[in-house]
C-alpha cells in the first residue's frame, strides 16, 4: 500500500467520490442511463451529518486521484459498511480494498461492537471478505421502474381510503404503524418517534406531498413514504399492518406513491427489498411492474 494513502473526506471531496461511483456503477451494474449520483447531491448529503466523515468514513487516494471510499454506520451491536462503498475498477487488485475493510473492522472494534456487515456486488468482493472470515447471510436487491406517464392506480380495499399525508396530525399514528409494519423484518430495530421522524424530514428529497396514508374507520392502517430528487424517486418505506394484509393495499398504495412522484416529475422510481422478505414484498413489486436492477450479497463477521 505504499503507493497509496488513506484519509478522511470532506465536503470539498464530493465530486470526486461521486465521479468514482459513476464509474463503479458503470463497471457493476452497467448503469448507462444517466441517472447518476452528481457531486452536488452528494455533497447535499453528507451536509447533512458533515462531523460523521471525519469519524465514520475514509478515503483511498493514488496520488490526486480518489481510488477508494468506505463508510461505515453503528447500527444495534454491528458495523454496517454502507453499500456504496467501494474501490474504482482501474485500481481493484491491489490491496485498497483489504485497508478499506481494515480502517473499518478496526473502527467497530473500537467501539465494542459485536459483528461487521458489508454488502458485496462482484466476485472480487465476495472473495475478499470470505478469505476474511465472512459469511454469506442475506441477500437484498434493488428494484425499479420507469414511470411513462401518469401511472394507473389500483383501487384499495372496501372501506379502505387512501389519503395524502398530514404533517403534525398524523405523525405519530403513521410511526407506530410503520414499526408496527417492519418489526417482523430480518434486523429490523424499533425507532424512537423523534428520531423516526426527523431522519426523514432532514432528508434533501423530503416533500410531504410524496407521503401517502391508508386510512380504515378512522385509523391508519398502511402507508407507503416517498422521495425525490429531480427526476429520480425513492419509496422509502411501504408499510401495511398486519390486520390489513393479502387484500391489496399494498399495491394500491405503491400506485397511489408511484403517482404522487410522476406528478413531480420524478419518473425512475427504486427501492430496496430482502430478497427473502417475510410478507412477500418482492412478489408485491413485480406485480407493480418492477424489476431487480441490483443484487447484494450481505456478508457477516463476527467480532467478538
Known amino acids: 500500500m505504499e503507493h497509496f494513502a488513506i484519509r478522511r473526506p470532506t465536503l470539498e471531496d464530493a465530486d470526486a467520490v461521486a465521479a468514482l461511483l459513476v464509474d463503479r456503477d458503470y463497471a457493476d451494474f452497467d448503469e448507462t442511463d444517466g441517472l447518476s449520483l452528481t457531486g452536488a447531491e452528494l455533497r447535499s448529503w453528507w451536509a447533512m451529518d458533515e462531523p460523521r466523515l471525519a469519524t465514520d468514513a475514509w478515503l483511498a487516494l493514488r496520488g490526486d486521484d480518489v481510488v477508494g471510499y468506505a463508510l461505515v454506520r453503528p447500527e444495534r451491536d454491528l458495523a454496517n459498511l454502507a453499500d456504496e462503498s467501494s474501490v474504482h475498477p482501474e485500481a481493484r487488485g491491489l490491496g485498497i480494498g483489504t ?4 480502517e ?3 473502527w467497530a472494534r473500537g ?3 459485536a ?3 458489508v454488502h458485496v456486488v462482484n466476485e472480487d468482493g465476495r472473495r475478499l471478505v470470505e478469505q476474511r472470515g465472512h459469511r454469506l447471510v442475506r441477500f437484498f436487491w434493488r428494484m425499479e421502474i420507469h414511470l411513462d406517464g401518469q401511472p394507473a392506480l389500483a383501487e384499495p380495499p372496501t372501506g379502505v381510503t387512501i389519503r395524502p399525508y398530514r404533517p403534525g396530525e398524523d405523525d405519530a399514528e403513521l410511526h407506530a404503524v410503520v414499526q408496527e409494519a417492519f418489526a417482523q423484518h430480518w434486523e429490523f430495530t424499533p425507532e424512537p418517534f423523534d428520531e423516526w421522524l426527523s431522519g426523514r424530514q432532514r432528508r434533501n428529497d423530503y416533500h410531504p406531498s410524496l407521503w401517502q396514508v391508508a386510512e380504515e374507520d378512522g385509523r391508519i392502517v398502511g402507508a407507503a413514504l416517498c422521495f425525490g430528487e429531480g427526476t429520480y424517486g425513492w419509496v422509502l418505506e411501504l408499510g401495511v399492518g398486519p390486520g390489513s394484509r393479502r387484500s391489496g393495499l399494498g399495491l394500491a398504495l405503491l400506485r397511489s406513491g408511484f403517482a404522487g412522484l410522476a406528478a413531480r416529475g420524478h419518473a425512475h422510481v427504486g427501492l430496496e427489498v430482502d430478497s427473502e422478505n417475510e410478507t412477500g414484498a418482492t412478489r408485491l413489486y413485480e406485480r407493480a411492474g418492477m424489476h431487480v ?3 447484494y450479497a450481505t456478508y457477516e463477521k463476527a467480532l467478538a
Not at 485497508?99 to 481494515?102: A, E, I
Open 99 to 102: 485497508r478499506l475493510l481494515d
Open 104 to 106: 473499518a473492522e478496526q
Open 111 to 113: 467501539r465494542g461492537l
Open 115 to 117: 459483528r461487521f456487515q
Open 293 to 295: 436492477t441490483r443484487r
